[in-house]
C-alpha cells in the first residue's frame, strides 16, 4: 500500500519547504519506499488524517498514522527492515537524536531569521496572514524587523557550523561513509533556506557547502527538483 505522506507547501504547491517534511522525503527515498505526496497549507494542518497532528509531517501507512519527522525516520525504520537503514543500529539512533536536538537549538533559530520574510512571501492571502500574526507573536517583533538582524548574525551562524565542518574534514557524510538519517536533518535546516531565500548562507569552499551540494544530489537529485529561491 502506497504511503501517503502530507508535505508543507505555499501558494505553489510544487515548493515544500519545511525542513521537517524534507526529512520525511529523503527518508522515504532512502528507503525506497512508494508514496504519494499530499501539498498540504498551514491552515490546513488541523483536518487532515481526522485532526492527527497540529503539525506535520504526517503520514498514512496502512492503519497506521504517525507524526513528527523522528518518529516517522524510527516508524519506517521498524516497518521496513530489509530496505536501506536510516540509523545503522541502535547507536545510530542515539546519534542522530543528538543531531536533532543540534539542529533545532543551533541551526533553526538563525535560519528561521534569515528566511522569515521570504517565508511569508511564499504563501497566499490567508495563510500568509496565519503566518504574519503567529510569527509576529512569537519574535514580539513584525516580520521586516527580524530579517533585518540577519546580516549581523551571520558570522556567527558560519561559526556554529565548526563542528560539523571539522567532522566533514575526516568522513564524507554524518552517517560516516553513506549518509543516514542525521545527515537529513541537517539538509532538511539548510533546503528550508535554500527553497525560501537567495540569501547566501554558506561561503564557497566551505566544506559544509560541499556535503550540502552532495545531498542536493542524493536520490536521483531529489533536493535538486525544487529550484533555490531566486
Known amino acids: 500500500m502506497t504511503i501517503v505522506f502530507y508535505d508543507l507547501v505555499g501558494r ?25 505526496s499530499v501539498p498540504t497549507r498551514f491552515l490546513d494542518v488541523p483536518r487532515i488524517e481526522e485532526g492527527a497532528s497540529k503539525t506535520i509531517p504526517v503520514i498514512r501507512d496502512g492503519e497506521k498514522t504517525i507524526a513528527d519527522s523522528f518518529a516517522i525516520a524510527l516508524h519506517l525504520e521498524a516497518a521496513y527492515p530489509d530496505r536501506a537503514t536510516l540509523f545503522g543500529g541502535s547507536g545510530g539512533k542515539a546519534h542522530a537524536r543528538f543531531i536533532e536536538r543540534w539542529s533545532q ?24 496572514a496565519y503566518f504574519r500574526a503567529s510569527r509576529e507573536a512569537r519574535f514580539g517583533k513584525t ?65 559544509v557547502a560541499g556535503w550540502f551540494e552532495r545531498c542536493l544530489d542524493l536520490h536521483g537529485g531529489l533536493g535538486r527538483r525544487v529550484a533555490a529561491a531566486a
Open 143 to 207: 516580520l521586516e524587523e527580524v530579517t533585518a538582524g540577519r546580516e549581523a548574525g551571520l558570522a556567527a551562524f558560519r561559526a556554529s557550523l565548526e563542528p560539523l565542518r571539522g567532522m566533514l574534514a575526516y568522513q564524507p557524510w554524518i552517517g560516516g561513509d553513506a549518509p543516514l538519517f542525521a545527515d537529513y536533518i541537517v539538509f532538511g535546516a539548510l533546503q528550508w533556506a535554500r527553497v525560501a531565500s537567495p540569501f547566501q548562507l554558506l561561503e564557497q569552499g566551505d566544506l
Open 12 to 36: 505553489d504547491s510544487s515548493r515544500p519547504f519545511s525542513p521537517h517534511c524534507w526529512k520525511v522525503a529523503m527518508a522515504l527515498a532512502h528507503k525506497g519506499l512508494d508514496h504519494r
Open 105 to 128: 537549538l543551533t541551526l533553526h533559530p538563525y535560519l528561521a531569521v534569515a528566511a522569515l520574510t521570504a517565508l511569508h512571501a511564499m504563501q497566499d492571502e490567508p495563510n500568509a
